[in-house]
């Protein structure tokens, strides 16, 4: 990476701004002094002293303190373990040139291929801890649906064989993105698992534009994008209404992103919670769940929204808005990618 000129490190820049303002300010003194002095005080040079404040002020937001906080918020996320796809992602102004030094020996090692397959390693160690037996669950599930059978039990039956079908998609289907219509049934089969809690209280609709419905099938998202959203429409949204409860799942595109929103006409939430939840999203790689967050609702939205921002990008994620006693929708913005060769943090996906 080439290394900026003094300039371009925050100290440098604070070095600049200082002197200049100073030899302004003193340049102006002087003047008001003389013509003070010849009996002439000028009002425009008076004026002109708190616009070179301003100015300064003005300079030092932009080019001194923007720059510091988007450094500062690269810096943690790198430490958080975020892995930069490019180096135009990393480029930053750092605040000393030693500072950026250590930070790129940091961000260069974190690239290593071993400590990229020792962290790969872990996050399949993992995902085995948590697995069960896939085969002696479909076997079981599937002897289930054979006793319902000769009993007459169909509903039973039927319940079975869609929770066989969600477990399979769920534990056995290793790929980190799937199509669109992949996710889109595996919702339908999770809602209709719950249709059998819930009867005619609740009820999924799906919208889209015709001419676009081919296209969005097609498009590549991160697998469990969806599920696990719809889940907490029904648990915190639905389920808490009186009455019958309505969700929605919205496709719409342009040209170089993928919309999706769903929707609730639950309950809601306040104002607070949902400040707090939409900072959690924003927080990046250092907001995932907790284990018990997990247990009590799924797989938690900050998880799924990370997951996104390690394969796509901090541009594309999640959002939240809701207004309590009418509902909730949770807007997710994606890439148009219809082939993973076209990700942009491919190294992910391998």
Known sequence: MKKPHLPGYISGR??????VSFFVLTLLGLVQLWLSVLGRPSVWVAALIPA???????????????????????????????IFSDD???????????????????????RTPRLMDLNKRQAQYLALQNQINPHFLYNTL??????????GLDSVADMTEALAKFFRYTITKVENLVSVEEELDNCETYFGIQKYRFGDRIQLHIEYE?????????????KLTLQPILENSIIHGTELKIGTGNLYIHFERTQQRLLIRISDDGVGMDEETLTKLNRKLGKGPDSFASQEEEKQGGIALANVNNRIHLIFGDEYG???????????????TLPLVTNDRDVKNRDVLR
């Not at 604070?14 to 002197?19: E, M, P, S």
């Open 318 to 332: 999640i959002h939240v808005y809701s207004v309590p006693n009418s509902g909730t929708d949770v807007e997710i």
């Open 210 to 222: 015709t001419e676009e419905w081919e296209e969005i099938m097609n498009c590549r998202i991160p």
């Open 52 to 82: 070179a404040l301003a100015a300064a002020a003005a300079v030092s937001w932009i080019w001194i303190i923007v720059p510091y906080r988007r450094s500062e918020k690269m810096i943690r996320r790198l430490l958080n373990g975020y």
């Open 88 to 110: 135009a992602e990393f480029d930053f102004a750092a605040l000393t040139p030693a500072i950026r030094d250590q930070v790129e020996l940091l961000e260069k090692n974190s």
């Open 142 to 151: 599937e002897s289930i649906r054979g006793e319902a059978l000769i009993g």
């Open 14 to 19: 604070i070095a600049l701004v200082t002197a």
